[in-house]
């Protein structure tokens, strides 16, 4: 790849190296640089600029990020479209990130324009979350190191993957000695509870007993008798050795010792068992305590259905002092399964969208537009239906005039619906209802014309992929040509300003104002260009024209 200081006449084709802000006009970097940039550099007064051209055994920083990711993909995971050299990965489920530390710096090792940046190993991992990114560093990689990263990517079996977590049921026991509180066998219990609810798990059964090897061994055994996956003592005293009462327990109850102790502070005094197949754990004292301690790393590993025996038990040291760490964001005792409504949503960041099919169609001439059929589908359906096939969730419709006819064409598409009683006062009207509608825990939305029956989900799912609003990229304008279009994707910084428009007017005029955070996304063909406005513009769409709408 070349790189260096070139005059801008000589720079058509090549890659901006450093953002320009001039004017009123934002050249972002990795810029392919047009014609028509370059006049409007030389007419800011600059005469030469930093570029990087690629040359042959190059490959291009998007394309080298995907072949990476797409190698370095496992079951659960998924990779989002690459953008400015960054392929993201984000776990498809909760459950246990797995990887070879070895292989990721073996992939790390092959070239510094290559980097591979992964969460700790066997961290836990809900829906949607960021695993691993991808990052090419400078605008190109040797076309070699890219192979040589994805061989070592693919290896023996995919380098990521995430362990889902099962729903196992659980068992209890907690034992008793004088002067030990109910109530602390109380909290006890909803800790473990609260601790196993996170994870997808739950207690199905409580014994509590003396602390004596005897009863404990029968309660083990009847707790067993009922089917449950998993068993978990808490003992009234600290296990000190393999031959103290819960250990003895477990081996009158049939069962034998497979590992205690562990590398883990707090956590250290756990113990492993098992009775035929079944585990059987006692645990420390600290498991009491929402905070996190060695035992959440064991659990979170047999719920993922992970090994989780003597060695890999033994191997925990690395990062296993947790006793000067803060606990977790939220408490597990706290902690709620994710709703259904949450595991469907695509990993990444959280997009929605709003389709305004509000509109009179006034240049129309009268009918409403939304409601013409297309290959005998009424457009605003068509419309709702490229949405779907997108990664935005939810779609949020809104609906003004013909609302009803409107309201029936979408018919039973799981699209939201809501109603714009001041449509006739503008567009603005139905951007602010819309936004009003919009779930809190959104990240940005897609602002989505419904007279753009082109607009694919494949348009709007790269849109999402260059969204990172951290990395300045918290506006995304797909562009044809350097000429912009529709929809435009917003972080949910700027709802406030847009709720605040007034008029027949939607948000664009705050991409001049928020020039330095807005990424343009080139699309391959016209859909984000074209929209239909007229009669003779829909008979062409209908009748299967080249050139059926108006280009903005």
């Not at 790393?297 to 947790?322: F, H, K």
């Not at 935005?392 to 003004?400: M, Q, W």
């Not at 009207?429 to 919009?438: R, Y």
């Amino acid at each position: 790849m070349k790189f260096g200081e070139v005059p801008v006449a000589e720079a058509e084709g090549a890659i901006l190296a450093h953002s320009l802000k001039l004017g009123t006009t934002a050249l972002k970097k990795a810029r392919v640089l047009s014609a028509a940039d370059l006049e409007t550099i030389a007419a800011a007064g600059l005469t030469s600029i930093t570029v990087a051209r690629l040359e042959p055994g190059d490959v291009g920083e998007n394309e080298a990020a995907e072949r990476v990711a797409a190698a370095a993909v496992g079951p659960g995971i998924t990779a989002a479209a690459p953008f400015t050299g960054r392929a993201n990965l984000h776990a498809e489920t909760g459950g246990v990130l797995v990887f070879d530390r070895e292989r990721v710096d073996r992939l790390n090792l092959v070239d510094e324009a290559i980097t591979l940046g992964t969460l700790p190993p066997f961290s836990v991992v809900e829906p949607r979350q960021m695993v691993a990114t991808v990052k090419i560093i400078p605008f190109a990689a040797p076309e070699m190191a890219v192979e040589h990263c994805v061989k070592a990517a693919i290896g023996e079996g995919p380098l990521l993957r995430v362990a889902p977590f099962r729903a196992l049921s659980v068992g209890l026991i907690q034992t008793r000695l004088p002067g030990l509180k109910e109530s602390i066998l109380d909290k006890t219990r909803e800790v473990t509870e609260g601790r196993l609810a996170a994870l997808g798990c739950k207690l199905v059964c409580e014994t509590r007993c003396a602390h004596v090897t005897t009863e404990l061994s029968g309660a083990i055994g009847e707790a067993l008798a009922q089917g449950i996956d998993l068993l978990l003592i808490h003992g009234a005293s600290a296990i000190l050795d393999r031959r103290d009462v819960i250990p003895a327990a477990i081996e009158a109850a049939g069962g034998r010792i497979a590992h205690f102790g562990m590398p883990v502070d707090p956590g250290n005094l756990l113990l492993l068992g098992h009775v035929d197949e079944r585990v059987v754990l006692g645990l420390p004292g600290c498991a009491r305590s929402p905070k996190v301690n060695g035992f959440d790393w064991v659990l979170e590993r047999l719920v993922a259905g992970l090994p989780a025996g003597p060695a890999e038990i033994m191997r925990m040291g690395s990062g296993g002092l947790l006793a000067e760490i803060p606990s977790r964001p939220l408490p597990r005792a706290e902690a709620k399964p994710p709703s259904e409504k949450a595991k469907e949503r695509p990993p990444g960041p959280r997009i929605g969208a709003l389709l305004l099919a509000a509109g009179q169609s006034r240049r129309m001439g009268g009918p409403n537009k939304l409601l013409a059929e297309i290959d005998g589908v009424p457009m605003v359906a068509r419309v709702a239906r490229r949405l779907l096939a997108s990664r935005a969730r939810p779609i949020v419709a809104v609906l003004g005039n013909r609302a009803d006819e409107i309201d029936g064409a979408l018919g039973h598409l799981p699209v939201e619906r809501v109603r714009n009683p001041d449509f006739a006062a503008g567009l603005s009207t139905s951007l602010k209802c819309g936004l009003a509608a919009l779930p809190a825990d959104l990240d940005g939305v897609l602002v989505c014309l419904g007279d753009m029956p082109l607009v694919s989900g494949r348009h709007l799912d790269r849109l999402i992929a260059a969204f990172n609003p951290l990395e300045g990229r918290a506006i995304v304008v797909p562009t044809r040509r350097g000429k912009r279009g529709n929809p435009v994707l917003w972080a949910k910084r700027f709802f406030s300003e847009m709720a605040q428009i007034a008029g027949d007017v939607g948000a664009r005029h705050l991409i001049g104002e928020h020039a330095e955070l807005v990424a343009e996304v080139e699309m391959n063909d016209d859909a984000i260009l074209v929209d239909i406005d007229t009669p003779e513009a829909l008979a062409a769409l209908q009748a299967g024209g080249k050139q059926p709408v108006t280009i903005m």
